[in-house]
């Protein structure tokens, strides 16, 4: 056989053999539940200054799960926000017009994976904007459902 015929036959091989290669290998085992290897969406939460939840929390969805005290509800609201083709994460645009309402001096950042995107973000309440911009995220963050923490100038307090 010629070289030429054995470096054809060789071509026309390789695609079969890698087919039945990846056909007849064993699956990859997954971690465990909450393990490295989980699968779905993973955010790691951290968030300080906020006067009682502070902390870093591990947030599994699709399965809900890790260290988040409310991993169930954290994964619905995130869920119920995500847009195709939308960063949900994104940052406040440049240039916005936003009401100079200081909200606190809580400050989150969010890094990991949601919907097959990285996330790397940052929150604070320094304004308007930054202030709606956290309630979207207020049980993902640790806050109650419906009552985000108000700003000094809605309670008239320091």
Known sequence: MSLRRVALAAALAAPFLAATAVATAAPLPLGGADGPDRGGDHLTI???DTGGHDGRFELY???AGGTHPRAKE???QLDGQTQWGKDLFAPVPKGQMCTMLYGGPERAHVSGTWAGRPVNADFNRKDGCETARWNKFSIVFGESKGSPKKSVAQTGRE
């Open 46 to 48: 951290t968030v300080t």
């Open 61 to 63: 969805c699709h399965p």
């Open 74 to 76: 954290a994964c619905e």
